[in-house]
């Protein structure tokens, strides 16, 4: 049996708003992975500077097993709140962008943590060499 400390959170991509849970740490194991060996990481990063447009063009370079795989881990709790309704891909005809946009925030959430790593692995030796520099 899995134990999982899920935090909840909320999605907005463009009019339509979002309420999930994080998944399991054996799915974010996962889906780290899937996302180091696609090389989309710079994508997850909290930088606002890359527009949407970039964001679903890089996604599209994602072979769509991988794509598929990383929407059912990242999407699986998800539901979209006007309608109380589970997220699929169905729900994004004529904007399927927004469904790539939608997993690329839904694994942001998930993996974030990740870039909160130092260079050293330790933002307290980092907090101290900065200080004493």
Do not use: C
Request: glycine share 6%.
């Amino acid at each position: 049996m899995e134990l999982h400390m899920a935090r909840s959170y909320e999605i907005t991509v463009r009019d339509r708003t979002f309420i999930g849970m994080t998944a399991s740490a054996v799915a974010q194991d996962e889906m780290l992975g899937l996302v180091g060996q696609a090389g989309i990481l710079p994508l997850l990063n909290s930088d606002e500077s890359i527009s949407d447009m970039s964001k679903v063009t890089f996604m599209m370079t994602v072979p769509k097993n991988i794509r598929d795989r990383l929407a059912q881990l990242a999407t699986r709790d998800l539901i979209k709140t006007d309608e109380g309704m589970p997220v699929a891909i169905n729900l994004f005809a004529d904007n399927i962008q927004d469904w790539q946009l939608l997993i690329i925030e839904a694994l942001r959430e998930n993996l974030g943590s990740f870039f909160t790593l130092s260079a050293h692995g330790n933002p307290a030796e980092d907090d101290l060499e900065e200080a004493t520099a």
